[in-house]
Structures are given as C-alpha cells and as structure tokens.
C-alpha cells in the first residue's frame, strides 16, 4: 500500500494522508485500491480494501460519506454510519474523518495545538458554495488552523465552460487569475483547483496552506481518475488525532 503524507506533519499527534491505487483486490478499472462503493465495483472486493486500510493504519472504523457535491458538515462517529455531507470533523481521538476523491480536491484540517481535525471533499461546485469556509466553522480560530491540499486534477488537466469561471469571477474577481484558456476548446478554460482553494482559504484567514503538487488526471499509475477514466475507484483521504 503506498500512501502520500503531507511534507509535515499538520499538527502533533496528527495523523494524516490519501491512498493511492496500490494495495487493493479490486479489478480493472477500479485496480486496485478503491475505497468507493459506489462505483459498482464488487461489494467483497471494497470490502477487503477498506479492512486493509483500517489494518495497515491500525484505525478504526472510519467516517465514509455519501458525497452529494454540497456544503454539509457533519461530526465524524466511529459507529459506521455513512452519512450524508461533504466534509467532517472530529476533536475525539481515533475518530477518522475521511473523503473520497479521483479528481475532486481533498483539503484536510488541523487546528495547530492538534486538538480538531477536519476533511473537506471540494469539487468545483463544493468550493464555489462554500464547503471549505463551512468547514472551518468548526474551530475555533482559521488563523491557528493548517491546512494540506491533496491530490486533485491539476490546472493543466481540468478545463471547464465559461459559466464555471463566471461563477467563480462573481464572488471574486481576483479569481480570474485561477483560469488559462482552453488549448483545445475555444471558449472553455483550464481551471486550478488549487489556486482557488489557497484563495478561499486565505480569504477565511488560514494562514498555513501546503500541499496541491499532484495531478490525478497525468498521473495514471497512481491515481483514479474520474475526467481521464470514467468508470474507476476512488481514493481516501484521512485524518485523525493519535
């Protein structure tokens, strides 16, 4: 199984990452670690991946959610439950808030004493309405708050309508310099999620963003990919307090 890690830890006694496709049951096109179930691959098979995660990382069980591109946040429980929302929090140690993810962006949360931990899953719409600043709201302080932007589609890979960009343009006109034009489409846009995350993030007064170096669309072997793929699995990002 081979994991990515933030380049430092989050907080102390933190815990955080997102897995890749390696390490899995599952067969092609979801080979081989895909944590979603609801992509019809074999039930068994998701099953087993999602044992061999909580076993690698000697967690319990974690907060899977039903994901509906929304603003919703709840409380992550270890009572496995999958609830509805888009982002979740805990304070409680052990407690695992978790997002899937195959070109969405996963933004993970620790409040800098180590005491909240948060995901987000932020697709275009999620971040647009608020998902990122929905989940803030949670702590205490978003200046003592750090942030780690995980894998997503890069700024190269995800090109998108004009309504996408005008969306964005009308909460933040300085967003503008998050989009290039379409080399292939005339008319459309190459939108960087990472960009317009970090700026929704500072707006909110985070002060400490790192991560957003990957691009699940390119990066073939290691990474699902929705946009390149279509039918295929989906990683999890997870945090936790030791």
Request: net charge negative; proline share 6%; glycine share 8%.
């Amino acid at each position: 199984m081979k994991l990515i890690l933030p380049e430092q830890p989050l907080a102390s006694g933190v815990q955080a990452l997102t897995t890749t496709r390696y390490g899995g049951v599952s067969v092609a096109p979801w080979d081989s670690l895909n944590l979603g179930d609801h992509v019809d691959d074999d039930p068994a098979a998701v099953a087993e991946n999602r044992r061999r995660l909580q076993a690698a990382l000697n967690i319990g069980q974690p907060q899977w959610l039903s994901q509906v591109h929304g603003v919703q946040v709840v409380e992550a429980q270890p009572d496995g439950v999958v609830r509805e929302a888009d982002a979740c929090w805990t304070r409680t140690p052990g407690v695992v808030c978790t997002v899937m993810t195959a070109d969405c962006l996963p933004v993970l949360f620790a409040a800098a004493d180590g005491r909240c931990v948060a995901a987000a899953h932020a697709g275009w719409r999620g971040l647009l309405n608020g998902v990122l600043e929905a989940t803030l709201e949670v702590f205490e302080q978003p200046s003592q708050v750090n942030a780690w932007l995980g894998p997503a589609i890069g700024p190269a890979a995800f090109e998108v309508g004009p309504e996408v960009r005008a969306a964005f343009l009308a909460v933040d006109a300085a967003a503008e310099l998050a989009f290039k034009p379409s080399p292939w489409h005339e008319g459309r846009w190459l939108a960087d999620l990472y960009a317009l995350a970090r700026r929704r993030l500072q707006a909110a007064g985070v002060c400490t963003i790192r991560g957003g170096d990957y691009c699940t669309h390119d990066e073939h072997e290691r990474f699902f990919s929705y946009r390149r793929d279509g039918q295929t699995g989906r990683m999890a990002s997870l945090i936790w307090i030791d």
